[in-house]
């Protein structure tokens, strides 16, 4: 956790029309740490995800205005999108399976990318789906169907998606919240198991899995970053802001 | 206690008859249809027979068959369709995929719905003016085509656009999050989920172009032309043509004195081949709605 | 990934090139909307622009292209035959085609609706020469016998035939407006105890009025425009029509039939070209009109 920061946003501003959705963020994602992002619904939590992936360009009357650097590249001017959002994995809320085999859903990134030969294909294909605890689920099958999943295999395949085309940055947003509670625990030893490797982004809903996984925790409010500290800190220390201490108390969400 | 009253009673009345009637008007609407295939075929039975498919037409067109005919209007169908598919399925992709909403393209829709509307008389006239004059194709199958072609272009694009709709946003933005491009996403999983919406348009547009009179008329169909019989590319792209559709107009209006049967043959097979082939639209659409992969 | 792997140059050129050919054809259909205007305008634009004679066109019922002596261009005649078949036409299929509309959409059961839509689809395919064709060899010997009249090539004839081919229209788009109106109407109609027609004739119509009235406007359009059909069907009298008897020409058949005679670049065939235009005119005013209406009921 030393060196420069994976992610450092300074100044981030986000209108969807006339709404204000971020209103100046200033917030730092260290290498390899895992960075807990808790707050209540229309936080602008999923808004500053989009943003760093730049598929908030997507987002029909969607403007921002400030700075965003991945890996010191200021994301604004990155003029090849694509290697952009293969250095960040972007795991979604709800699980989406393509309308295309299990293999080719987890080779479709490295295909895209340029990789042809087949056996790297397999060897990523198994590393990856091995990684998000699938593997053993759908080893014999993987001609069939990604959408005939169930959908804690689904999410899991998403994840395993995500992975395949070695993001440096994984961002998960609320990626628990179609599925069951066993498999949350799955993928969340997943995670345990790769955040030595690569630098974790976890938006939740779910106050205590932040707890569980992050070593800082970042509160947003209402588009505003209330605070940020060590996890401890966060939940068990008293916190500096009282909103934040009413959230994590469960008083409101 | 729960007897209906008169009221009641004279309520439920009044609805059986509305049913009535309005099952009524649908049946008279509907009724035509079977009267009129039944009509035309009856009348047809005497000559309806392979040598009639396959022989030319005869004797200043009182005898014989629609080969010469039928031919070019094949040739008419593939042709057109052949240049309006492609270009009405990428119309189709940008509008839906790469537009996004603007005063721009909402230009372009209305200019899409109105094409559609353009009575088929004044294709006829823009197809004289611009493709047989201006662009010095002359009166050829060529130029008909590209009237056929440009006439056809909207349907296509309309049901283009409502299949790759079909295709679910989150399986987009999927691909995107992993660092597909645009066109990397839509050739690989927005188009191939389309393909049976978009052959189905396609498919239904190729009974209009076999059907359309007015806009071949002037632009390279022709009332009579001698071609050998049997020989599938007797027709060359700048060659006038004569098409079934062309005719049907032709003998049953311009010709005296023919055989009853004969204008009858060739409005069965052009009725035929144009109802044959949306029946295998509408069954391709069902079997293809269920065999989604999603 | 790493930075040796990488998109072949070449599939990235080609990427760029499809996507500039997608951007063509998207604005391509602007093109041809006014492509069409352009061109039939061009034809016509000379004698439109030098010695046509407005008044005369709009006013006079006298159709003399190919006289020798006194040429007159009035379609006023020729408007009226449009005109006339037109509305017996929609005073048929509108009633029927929303009657059917509700049917379908109402009052019929699952298993009935899907056949009788494909019956619908299957009307609506039929090609109007083949309509013309019948209405010259079926409906024309009908209406001598019913009718006793000399000729059974009239507006009559006409108009029942363009109502039979606009019905298909004005049922589908019908049935599309009133399966967009809300479930939550016809359940809380249903639930005050009125019977089904009820709900139909209070509630339901006058929700979906407005894609109604569009059926109706795009089943006018048909109507209008219509070609073959109607030059078969209505005889070739050039006179503003006083019965149903009466045969009649609409600007459509007219065109038809006289193009084919008329001297390239001459006056006449110019002049034909400028009914061209107006047609043009007439249909797409009415098509936007009813574009802009569904739209609202389609929600997109």
């Not at chain 1, 919240?177 to 938006?203: F, G, N, Q, Y």
């Not at chain 1, 070593?215 to 209402?222: G, H, I, Q, S, V």
């Not at chain 2, 990428?90 to 790469?98: D, G, H, P, S």
């Not at chain 2, 056809?152 to 597909?180: H, K, M, Y």
Request: with cysteine; charged share 15%.
């Amino acid at each position: 956790m030393t060196g420069r920061p994976m992610v450092e946003i300074s100044g981030l501003r986000v209108w969807y029309g006339r709404q204000e959705a971020l209103k100046g963020i200033d917030l730092e994602v260290r290498r390899n740490e895992v960075l807990g992002i808790i707050g209540p619904a229309q936080s602008g939590k999923s808004t500053l995800l989009k943003v760093i992936n730049r598929t908030i360009d997507d987002v029909p009357g969607a403007v921002w205005t400030g700075s965003l650097r991945v890996d010191g590249e200021e994301v604004r001017h990155i003029r090849d999108v694509s290697a952009l959002r293969r250095k960040v994995g972007m795991v979604t809320p709800l699980p989406v399976g393509l309308p295309l085999s299990v293999f080719d859903n987890v080779a479709f990134a490295p295909r895209m990318a340029g990789v042809r030969d087949r056996s790297q294909l397999e060897d990523r294909v198994e590393r990856c789906l091995r990684l998000a605890a699938l593997w053993d689920e759908v080893k014999d099958r993987l001609d069939s169907l990604g959408t005939r999943l169930s959908g804690g295999q689904q999410q899991r395949l998403t994840i395993a998606r995500a992975l395949s085309h070695d993001p440096e940055i994984l961002c998960l947003d609320e990626f628990s919240i179609a599925i069951d509670p066993v498999t949350t625990m799955r993928i969340e030893d997943v995670l345990k198991e790769l955040r030595s490797a690569i630098t974790i982004i976890l938006v939740t809903n779910l106050v205590q899995q932040a707890r569980r996984l992050a070593d800082r925790t970042a509160f947003f409010f209402n588009g505003e970053l209330v605070e940020v500290d060590r996890t401890e800190a966060i939940f068990s220390e008293a916190p500096a802001d009282v909103r934040t201490r009413q959230y994590v108390q469960g008083i409101f969400g | 206690m729960f007897e209906a009253s008169s009221h009641t009673r004279n309520k439920q009345r009044g609805e059986q008859a509305a049913r009535a009637v309005l099952f009524l008007m649908t049946v008279l609407m509907v009724a035509p249809l079977l009267l009129i295939v039944g009509y035309l075929f009856y009348q047809a039975w005497p000559i309806l027979s392979l040598d009639f498919l396959l022989s030319n037409p005869r004797n200043g067109m009182r005898a014989g068959g629609i080969w010469a005919p039928l031919l070019g209007t094949v040739y008419l169908v593939v042709i057109s369709l052949a240049i309006a598919t492609p270009i009405g399925v990428l119309a189709a992709v940008f509008l839906n995929e790469y537009a996004r909403e603007n005063w721009f393209t909402r230009i372009i829709n209305l200019a899409v719905v109105n094409l559609a509307g353009v009575p088929s008389i004044v294709h006829a006239l823009f197809g004289l003016g611009a493709f047989v004059l201006f662009a010095h194709l002359g009166k050829s199958i060529l130029a008909a085509s590209l009237t056929l072609a440009i006439m056809t272009l909207p349907v296509i694009i309309a049901s283009t656009r409502e299949a790759l709709a079909s295709v679910p946003q989150p399986f987009r933005e999927a691909c995107w999050n992993v660092g597909a491009t645009r066109w990397q996403t839509i050739r690989h999983v927005v188009l191939p989920n389309s393909v049976s919406g978009i052959l189905t348009g396609v498919i239904l547009q190729v009974s209009r172009a076999a059907g359309e009179t007015a806009p071949i008329m002037f632009t390279g169909a022709v009332f009579f032309k001698a071609i050998p019989e049997g020989d599938p590319f007797a027709y060359r792209l700048f060659d006038q043509a004569m098409a079934l559709s062309m005719h049907l107009f032709t003998i049953s209006t311009q010709v005296p004195d023919v055989p009853k049967a004969l204008p009858y043959g060739t409005a069965v097979v052009l009725l035929g081949t144009v109802l044959a082939v949306n029946a295998a639209a509408i069954v391709l659409r069902v079997r293809l709605r269920n065999r989604r992969k999603w | 990934m790493g930075a040796l792997i990488k998109r072949p140059r070449l599939e990235i050129v080609a990427e760029t090139a499809i996507e500039c050919l997608i951007r063509l054809c998207g604005v391509s259909a602007i093109l041809f909307v006014f492509g069409i205007f352009f061109f039939v305008l061009r034809e016509g634009s000379q004698f439109l622009f030098h010695g046509f004679n407005f008044r005369e066109f709009f006013f006079s019922q006298e159709w003399y292209p190919t006289s020798q002596s006194h040429v007159r261009y009035g379609v006023l005649a020729l408007i009226a035959g449009t005109a006339s078949v037109t509305l017996l036409a929609m005073a048929l299929a509108v009633p029927f085609g929303i009657g059917a509309a509700v049917f379908v959409s109402e009052f019929c059961s699952r298993r009935a609706r899907e056949i009788l839509k494909v019956v619908i689809e299957l009307l609506a395919a039929i090609p109007s020469v083949v309509w013309g064709f019948i209405g010259l060899t079926v409906m024309n010997p009908l209406i001598i016998n019913a009718f006793q009249t000399p000729i059974g090539l009239n507006v009559l004839n006409g108009g029942l035939i363009l109502a039979l081919m606009s019905v298909p229209i004005i049922v589908s788009i019908g049935e599309d407006s009133l399966k967009a109106v809300p479930d939550s109407y016809r359940e809380a109609a249903l639930a005050l105890g009125v019977t089904r027609w009820q709900m139909v004739y209070r509630v339901l119509l006058p929700a979906a009025r407005n894609g109604l009235l569009a059926a109706v406007l795009l089943g006018v359009g048909r109507a209008v425009g219509e070609t073959m059909a109607v030059l078969m069907a209505t005889g070739h009298a050039v006179k503003i029509p006083t019965s149903l008897m009466d045969s009649v020409r609409t600007l459509t058949a007219t065109i038809a039939a006289e193009l084919g005679e008329a001297p390239v670049h001459s006056n006449h065939y110019q002049v034909l070209f400028i009914i061209g235009i107006l047609l043009f005119s007439i249909t797409f005013a009415v098509n936007l009109t009813a574009d802009l209406i569904v739209r609202g009921v389609r929600g997109k």
